[in-house]
């Protein structure tokens, strides 16, 4: 099966630090990449869609300059949150589209605390 | 647009006893219908998925679930719940495109 990684799964930071978030898809290549957050015991909410090559494109109310989205490769995306502030501490999960069923499958996630 | 609607945000079911679980979604085009289960704090995992072909769909787990274009749903079963199956279910439709729709989760809780 289509497997992808997060890392790191964990993560605590400063308030108005940065931390990068890597999603990899491990036996596929990856046109094209997702980024969502989770607010606990809610469903998932689009931030971005990650395409290789090109810029990303973001959701309406999700900021590009706080959020930096890198799709350098067909199987890596990363975002970075940069000057991360308490409001941001979230579970951010990314998925891989996997052709040519376009099926996502899902990273396990990470959990950021910013204090 | 396309939409997704899971009744009932929570479910619980004794165990042994069937499981269901609603989706109905509206679509202009064919979707791609998927159901993905998460356990707490993890990602999603693929259940199962309906693309083309035939409408009863068997995924992971002994779950099942059924496209059915006339009632625009895609309700996920299973013939007997099990205690590992408790975690949150979330049913997704895709327009074969790059665009995704989630519902809103429903959790389900195995009663022993």
């Known amino acids: 099966g289509a497997v992808v990684s997060q890392h790191p799964s964990w993560v605590i930071c400063k308030s108005g630090t940065s931390v990068k978030i890597e999603c990899r898809s491990l036996d596929f290549q990856a046109t094209t990449m997702f980024w969502y957050r989770q607010f606990p015991k809610q469903s998932l909410m689009l931030m971005a869609t990650s395409n290789e090559g090109s810029k990303a494109t973001y959701e309406q109310g999700v900021e590009k300059d706080k959020f930096l989205i890198n799709h350098a490769s067909l199987t890596l995306s990363t975002l970075t949150v940069t000057s991360a502030h308490p409001e941001d501490s979230s579970f951010y999960i990314c998925s891989a589209l996997q052709p040519p069923q376009e099926t996502q499958y899902f990273g396990p996630g990470t959990r950021l605390l910013v204090l | 647009a396309q939409s997704v609607t899971q009744l009932g945000s929570h479910v619980s079911v004794s165990e042994g006893a069937l499981v269901l679980l609603r989706c109905n979604y509206s679509s202009s085009v064919p979707p791609y219908l998927f159901w993905y289960v998460q356990y707490p704090n993890q990602g999603l995992q693929l259940l199962l998925k309906?693309?083309?072909?035939?409408?009863l769909v068997k995924g992971i787990n002994g779950f099942e679930a059924e496209f059915k274009k006339s009632e625009t749903s895609f309700h996920l079963t299973k013939p007997s719940a099990h205690m590992s199956d408790a975690a949150e279910y979330f049913c997704a439709v895709s327009d074969t495109g790059n665009q995704f729709y989630f519902g809103t989760g429903t959790s389900l809780t195995v009663i022993p």
């Open positions: 309906y693309t083309t072909g035939a409408t």
